[in-house]
């Protein structure tokens, strides 16, 4: 009774099936605990600094810094915590400037994700001082950087590979999100559409699972959410949804505007004659002399999105609050200073929605204010469907779910369209990397080893002589010539192995034998695909084995050769999928598209 052949098919699955990722989940879900606990002690720093700095207390309670009485002495707080921070970075870590976000992004995707220790301790302490002493950030992008070298720091103290310790970082980072806003759907969403650039069940299951986890301790660490409730709106309409798409068009152009001031500082601080260790006190000064007028600009600004939610705040306070807001956070953030950038952009997206809802002819400035702070966030960040997710976990008011989305999606298209990066990447691209957001499936993953190769495949004798080969290679033989490697086959014509070019200049240079054959010269110990093999596997193969090439040969019989695929074949075979995306196929309506 004959034994039933193996197919391709038996073995393809969906997704990549990996059993380790029950051992990740399993350390996924400690670093998630971790990461709460760390998001704790950022949130009590961050009040016990403010308290002190402006109230002159000692205490864990969180106040906003607008209420300080310290008149025209405010200004020198943020410029004391800008030249802590710049100290901070020049004799601790360099790594601790900036939001967090780019340089999470930088250890996953080009440091092999591995994070120094003093990043953990330095990021959350020079966060807490920068908005502790007025700084006008939020504490998710710290957080998220903390939470990253966490989760960096727990997986280096195991035998896990590069993409393990991504995954393991990434639950870090999704797990400090999830606890500072009681957000954990959108910290997972943020995770794949920022962080993980993947969708597979090996990462997606534990981050997932780290962000539920730190979710459930927020309960007992800081209370349960949300932490912006406001009174569930009218669900839109026809005509909202059209105003929806409106808001979310200018926010996207807001989106521009911001990301491009943000760097134009740069730029600025850049050409200064001092050493970028004071940039910080001098983004400081700006921050105070901001605060000095309008004290709604400083710290992370959570009463003021409470609110711009509530439709509290109108009229010409809050185009002040934009215009403030928008100068001296980009000032700041120019500056290289420590802080995070979601909480920003829902204040300034709160405050375009709500100025615009004195010419919308429906809905109150709350609603609107909840649609472009969603809008502002996935224009300028290009995550829409986090920042849909965020504003909802932040609010809990569905009804204006579908308005989101309209908003969101419209910011998205005018920044991808307009700018050809974020505020996030443009940081990690002026340090040399490139990273590209868009996700697809390799198309070698679709096709078959049989759609690729090369049928007509030339063989010779084991019995040939290398010389003979040589011969008629350096004659330029069309059907030899045209590969860099000759399949070798016996006297039954069964596959007995393979020669390449390098082989047969080997073999004339090192052995000075007359009657050397090629299978002598050759290599008997063969790798082969199958027709039915997924392409990508086969180049996996390749790569492997660190060879160019490969025999095609039958499932029944391996040694009954019916192809050759090359790297050749391969890239014909991808050029052809990208005509697909490029050329376009006459339609029925001609000359309209």
Not at 366 to 372: F, K, R, Y
Not at 538 to 552: C, T
Request: aromatic share 6%; net charge neutral.
């Amino acid at each position: 009774m004959t034994s039933r052949v193996e197919r391709a098919e038996d073995r393809l699955a969906d997704f990549t099936q990996d059993k380790r990722v029950l051992i990740l989940s399993l350390m996924a879900i400690v670093i998630g605990a971790l990461s709460a606990v760390v998001a704790k002690i950022l949130v009590w720093l961050i009040a016990i600094i403010t308290n002190l700095v402006f109230y002159r207390t000692l205490s864990a309670e969180f106040i906003s810094p607008a209420n300080h009485h310290l008149g025209p002495f405010v200004i020198l707080a943020p410029v004391a915590g800008g030249l802590v921070i710049g100290l901070m970075a020049r004799f601790g870590s360099e790594k601790i400037r900036g939001h967090g976000i780019p340089e999470a992004l930088e250890a996953i995707l080009f440091g092999r994700s591995r994070m120094e220790p003093k990043v953990a301790v330095l990021k959350p302490l020079s966060s807490a001082i920068s908005i502790g002493t007025g700084g006008p950030f939020g504490a998710e992008g710290p957080i998220i950087m903390t939470g990253g070298a966490v989760g960096s720091l727990f997986a280096q103290m195991f035998h896990l590979s590069p993409a393990e310790r991504k995954t393991l970082l990434v639950a870090g980072a999704a797990g400090g999100m999830a606890a500072i806003f009681a957000a954990p759907v959108a910290a997972v969403l943020l995770a794949v559409e920022l962080l993980l650039f993947e969708w597979k069940p090996r990462s997606f299951i534990p981050v997932a699972l780290a962000a539920a986890t730190a979710g459930a301790l927020r309960i007992p660490l800081m209370g349960s959410g949300p932490i912006f409730p406001v009174n569930a709106h009218l669900a839109l309409g026809t005509e909202g949804l059209v105003l929806a798409l409106v808001v979310g068009i200018i926010a996207g152009l807001a989106s521009g505007v911001l990301t491009t001031l943000v760097y134009a500082f740069e730029d600025l601080f850049t050409k200064l004659p001092i050493h970028w260790m004071w940039w910080p006190a001098i983004g400081g000064l700006f921050v105070g002399i901001g605060g000095y007028i309008d004290p709604r600009v400083l710290g992370v600004g959570y009463e003021t999105i409470q609110g711009l939610l509530r439709g509290e705040l109108i009229g010409p306070l809050v185009a002040g609050l934009l215009i403030g807001k928008a100068l001296v956070w980009s000032i700041s953030l120019g500056s290289g200073t420590s802080g995070g950038v979601l909480a920003p952009l829902l204040i300034m997206g709160g405050a375009l929605g709500a100025l615009e809802a004195r010419w919308l002819p429906m809905g109150d400035a709350g609603m609107w204010a909840m649609i472009s702070m969603a809008a502002m966030m996935g224009g300028t960040m290009r995550s829409p469907l986090t920042a849909m997710v965020f504003t909802l976990e932040l609010t809990h008011d569905l009804n204006l779910l579908p308005g989101m989305l309209v908003a969101c999606i419209a910011a998205h298209a005018v920044t991808v369209l307009a700018l050809r990066r974020s505020i996030l990447t443009e940081k990690v691209a002026r340090r040399g990397f490139h990273i590209n957001r868009e996700y697809v499936v390799d198309p070698l993953m679709g096709l078959r080893v049989s759609e690729a190769m090369d049928r007509d495949v030339p063989t010779i004798s084991a019995s040939m002589k290398v010389t003979e080969l040589a011969d008629r290679l350096a004659k330029r033989d069309r059907r030899l010539s045209r590969r860099q490697g000759t399949l070798i086959v016996d006297e039954g014509g069964s596959l007995c192995g393979i020669i390449t070019r390098g082989d047969v200049l080997r073999a004339i240079e090192e052995f000075d034998k007359e009657g050397l054959t090629v299978i002598e010269a050759g290599s008997r110990n063969l790798i082969v695909t199958y027709p039915d093999e997924i392409l990508y596997e086969a180049i996996e193969k390749m790569v492997r084995h660190d060879v160019g090439r490969l025999p095609v040969v039958s499932r029944e019989n391996s040694h009954e050769v019916v192809g050759y695929l090359g790297r050749a074949a391969v890239m014909t075979a991808r050029l052809h999928r990208m005509k697909e995306e490029q050329e376009r196929e006459p339609g029925w309506l001609q000359g309209l598209a």
